[in-house]
């Protein structure tokens, strides 16, 4: 008897044994994905901290080695019959004699720069849909100095000048090649500029083809909670339906955004970008469009 219960302690105890191994084999996968992660964290935050050392290395460095101690600019008031605005820089350098000259130079044309005790200044007009990324020239006995300073670099002027609209259309709508139909609530969130240039007014304009079939003035908070849009338009074979939000800023320019649209024609025409923004004069010049 005790021979024949043999065998089944020993499977019991195999059994045992093996189930005690994969619990322990389990426990030890999760200390090791646990370890793996803590490594993988540890290793991300050495490289944080090492890039953030190599970028404050690096800033030091380029302020050691610029001659220019102090550089700033300051944005004007935009033209919007010119489309241009007058930027004043201010440049105070390291070390100035009575020889020291020092000019700005856009694209290969050299704005002097006028001396006041150790700073100097000059105001130089540019394209609003421009950019402002001036190299100084720094003048002495002759002996020239040219370098950039990305603390007079402005990239796109247009960020710093226009504010911006990012519309919403959560609508149902319904079409075929004779009639669009369209029913929901358009919203939009702005960004305004430290500029102060804001915008005033907003507008929907429903056209078919080139002519206008419908224009909708709406309140500029009716955009924060939400405008209600319900339109049926007939449309003949070959027309094409667009509606599109246009906002007017502080400075008479349009912004356009399409948020629908619709061709009836056999050969369809390339869909616009929605919410893409275009921005016109008021006599209707187009200025600038978003690129992607």
């Not at 078919?208 to 955009?223: H, N, Q, R, T, Y």
Request: charged content about 25%.
């Amino acid at each position: 008897m005790k021979k024949s219960m043999l065998p089944i302690i020993l499977i019991g105890l195999l059994v045992l044994w093996q189930a005690i191994s994969m619990l322990k084999i389990d426990s030890l996968q999760k200390q090791s994905s646990q370890l793996y992660a803590h490594i993988e964290r540890l290793d991300n935050r050495i490289d944080n901290e090492a890039n953030s050392i190599y970028f404050n290395v690096d800033k030091k460095l380029k302020q050691q080695t610029n001659p220019v101690e102090i550089a700033t600019y300051n944005i004007g008031t935009p033209n919007p019959d010119e489309l241009t605005v007058p930027i004043t820089y201010t440049l105070t350098p390291k070390e100035v004699s009575d020889s020291t000259i020092v000019s700005l130079d856009f694209d290969g044309k050299l704005f002097p720069m006028e001396k006041n005790g150790t700073t100097y200044t000059t105001t130089v007009l540019r394209d609003i849909f421009g950019t402002a990324t001036p190299t100084i020239v720094i003048d002495e006995n002759g002996v020239k100095k040219t370098l950039a300073d990305e603390r007079i670099t402005i990239a796109d002027l247009r960020e710093s000048l226009l504010p911006l609209l990012f519309p919403r259309l959560n609508s149902e709508s319904s079409s075929n090649d004779k009639t669009f139909k369209i029913k929901g609530t358009l919203s939009a969130d702005s960004k305004g500029v430290t500029s102060g240039n804001i915008f005033l007014e907003t507008r929907l304009v429903l056209k078919v083809d080139d002519s206008v079939v419908s224009e909708k003035e709406i309140p500029i908070g009716a955009l924060t909670t939400g405008f209600a849009v319900d339109e049926n338009v007939p449309l003949s074979d070959g027309q094409v339906c667009t509606m599109t939000l246009i906002a007017t800023d502080s400075i008479g320019l349009e912004h356009h955004y399409v948020v629908a649209y619709l061709d009836s024609g056999s050969n369809k025409q390339p869909e616009p970008w929605f919410n893409q923004e275009k921005i016109y004069s008021a006599d209707g010049k187009l200025l600038w469009e978003q690129k992607y």
